[in-house]
């Protein structure tokens, strides 16, 4: 059970917390009203947030980033953007620190952990959604599809307004803070593997679990955590395979094998004690279905209904991260047919870089907006 103090505050969601809904190929706002009687001081904030219509005649996909693509500095000069301030400043409110500041001045260990991070790269890609409807609207105004990279499918949901700001970032924070709590249960890590086309990635992770069994490891862990493109994966697991995996990745046809800046094996069975909190608060948050094509990183499929959302997004917590299907799902065309455009809203392109290994011609399309601006 949660606590009575977070049962309270999901419970104050229902009442007022509903972003603006931008529904017209102008994007006027206009406020949905709260409830006559005073909200609960538990009330979450709430903030104002572009989506598009239903049936835009354009064509563009947005993509949102996941952990790892954070870095200090983010955020500068979005704040005189539309919205971008109430967003801090819910954020404040709902995580109990200066979401800003931390992504502006770091300091960068602080801004790595796990439950800083993941708000930290949700709050700004939904800013750099603020920026690029200032810079091109249309962008906006036409998106059919969006797609968000692990943490970053909250980012998409609520752009496709099957959520709102305020809750997603207080489930996002509820989903960091477990996470991180599982990280800490045993020594874990991520490998980003680029392999030859003879490498056989599910075969190297058993021998990695075998090699853990013979130092006495009961129920070793060690899967594809994320597909990334051809020959592209991040693998995850106990320490001790991916110590195995970088020590054999030579026989083991890798010709790289890098570990990533993460506090844990993320998206494989290390991450079971996470999904109750957050199926927890999933429950009492608003999810509805989303307005445009959003596609679920557990099998690259598009949402279908609200308790599709809730489902899959508590079963993305212990599954691969499909990110290459669900790329080929958005893409896929008939021969000589346009592709749309793509942006990516948040710190990083490291989504442009698979587009282009995952589809050359999508990517000739692909812009990134920058999650910094002139402050000017």
């Known amino acids: 059970?949660?606590?009575?103090?977070?049962?309270g505050m999901a419970a104050a969601f229902r009442w007022k917390v509903r972003p603006v809904l931008y529904l017209s190929r102008r994007l006027s706002t206009q406020e949905q009203a709260g409830p006559p009687d005073s909200p609960p001081e538990s009330q979450l904030p709430a903030v104002k947030v572009r989506r598009p219509r239903k049936d835009p005649r354009g064509h563009s996909v947005l993509l949102f980033p996941g952990q790892g693509s954070q870095f200090v500095g983010m955020g500068k000069g979005l704040t005189k953007y539309p919205n971008?301030?109430?967003?801090?400043?819910?954020?404040?409110?709902?995580?109990?620190?200066?979401?800003?500041t931390l992504c502006l001045e770091g300091?960068?260990?602080d801004l790595l952990k796990t439950v800083h991070c993941q708000p930290a790269v949700f709050v700004t890609s939904l800013a750099a959604v603020e920026k690029l409807h200032h810079e091109n609207p249309k962008a906006i105004e036409t998106c059919v599809a969006a797609a968000g990279f692990s943490v970053g499918?909250?980012?998409?949901?609520?752009?496709?307004?099957a959520m709102n700001f305020s809750e997603a970032l207080y489930a996002v924070k509820v989903r960091a803070e477990a996470m991180q709590k599982a990280s800490e249960?045993?020594?874990?890590?991520?490998?980003?593997?680029?392999?030859?086309?003879?490498?056989?990635?599910?075969?190297?992770?058993?021998?990695?679990?075998?090699?853990?069994?013979?130092?006495?490891?009961?129920?070793?862990?060690?899967?594809?955590?994320?597909?990334?493109?051809p020959d592209g994966r991040v693998i995850a697991g106990h320490q001790q395979a991916l110590d195995f995996l970088q020590q054999n990745s030579r026989r083991l046809e890798f010709i790289r094998a890098k570990p990533l800046p993460v506090s844990g094996a993320f998206h494989t069975e290390l991450m079971a004690s996470a999904t109750k909190p957050l199926k927890e608060v999933l429950q009492q948050v608003e999810v509805r279905r989303p307005e445009i094509r959003v596609y679920s990183n557990v099998d690259?499929?598009?949402?279908?209904s609200e308790s599709h959302v809730r489902k899959q997004l508590v079963k993305q917590l212990v599954s691969p991260v499909k990110w290459e299907q669900a790329l080929h799902e958005i893409y896929e065309r008939m021969q000589g047919e346009n592709f749309p455009q793509?942006?990516?809203?948040?710190?990083?392109?490291?989504?442009?870089?698979?587009?282009?290994?995952c589809n050359r011609k999508a990517s000739q399309l692909y812009a990134h907006v920058d999650v910094t601006a002139s402050e000017k």
């Open 1 to 7: 059970m949660l606590a009575p103090k977070v049962v």
């Open 84 to 100: 971008v301030k109430e967003m801090f400043s819910a954020a404040q409110k709902i995580l109990g620190y200066d979401l800003l």
């Open 107 to 109: 300091p960068e260990k």
């Open 153 to 161: 499918e909250f980012a998409a949901l609520v752009f496709a307004g």
């Open 185 to 229: 249960l045993v020594p874990s890590g991520m490998l980003s593997v680029v392999g030859r086309p003879q490498a056989h990635y599910k075969y190297a992770c058993l021998q990695a679990r075998e090699h853990c069994k013979s130092l006495g490891i009961e129920d070793p862990v060690c899967s594809v955590a994320n597909y990334l493109f």
């Open 300 to 304: 690259g499929k598009r949402y279908m």
């Open 342 to 357: 793509t942006y990516e809203l948040g710190p990083g392109k490291q989504l442009g870089v698979t587009l282009q290994k």
